[in-house]
């Protein structure tokens, strides 16, 4: 059974960097994309990106500018790095896995806040 | 990209059938046989219920049922239970090659 559990701080000041890292257990992180979506308090989903485990990326556009995204096959984990961040940034984040278009497994998820 | 158009609510009474409506455009809903719907519980993650627009996932009920005309994807929830009761997502793939999800629906069971 694939697991996947996001690690990282839960408290970000504004204008920070925002790091997460994700780590797959139970399965190999080749051959699959790997995606980071977030939730604000109380909102909807948002999709923020993939990864594919080579390294080849694609970003929501509306947060492209500000994305990184990385892969370890090593460790079997892959990154989110959300650059200049808001209050409006504060939600819970959490990856999964995709499968052919549709997300399979998730994370708890781990809520950040933005807040100084 | 805008996110997907959901009714915010829907209810209905133990045993009745519901349906969600999901409303995109040409470059995304419209465009794909790649829509899928998720149910989240508060304070869980969201589950996968519905994939490529009709599939479901091996052991999720068949209550549960996804349709597709044009730019509007639609899940269906028949014999309503109270465990039905959660907020529900769609998502499409899209034209950029990125996703988009709906605005979410509380279903609530009267």
């Known amino acids: 059974q694939v697991q996947l559990q996001e690690s990282g701080p839960g408290l970000v000041k504004p204008s920070e960097t925002l790091s997460l890292t994700c780590t797959v257990s139970?399965?190999?992180?080749?051959?699959?994309?790997w995606s980071w979506i977030r939730q604000p308090p109380g909102k909807g989903l948002e999709w923020i990106g993939y990864i594919y485990y080579s390294g080849s990326t694609n970003y929501n556009p509306s947060l492209k500018s500000r994305v990184t995204m990385s892969v370890d096959t090593s460790k079997n984990q892959f990154s989110l790095k959300l650059s200049s961040v808001t209050a409006a940034d504060t939600a819970v984040y959490s990856c999964?896995?995709?499968?052919?278009?549709?997300?399979?497994?998730w994370g708890q998820g781990t809520l950040v806040t933005v807040s100084s | 990209q805008s996110a997907l158009t959901q009714p915010a609510s829907v209810s209905g009474s133990p045993g009745q059938s519901i349906t969600i409506s999901c409303t995109g455009t040409?470059?995304?809903?419209?465009?794909?046989?790649?829509v899928s719907w998720y149910q989240q519980h508060p304070g869980k993650a969201p589950k996968l219920i519905i994939y490529d627009v009709t599939n479901r996932p091996s052991g999720v009920s068949n209550r549960f049922s996804g349709s597709k005309s044009g730019n509007t994807a639609s899940l269906t929830i028949s014999g309503l239970q109270a465990e039905d009761e959660a907020d529900y997502y769609c998502?499409?793939?899209?034209?950029?090659?990125?996703?988009?999800f709906g605005t979410g629906t509380k279903v609530t069971v009267l």
């Open positions: 999964a896995r995709e499968q052919l278009a549709y997300f399979d497994y």
């Open positions: 040409s470059s995304d809903v419209g465009g794909y046989t790649y």
């Open positions: 998502s499409s793939y899209t034209s950029g090659s990125t996703y988009v």
């Open positions: 139970g399965g190999s992180i080749s051959s699959y994309y």
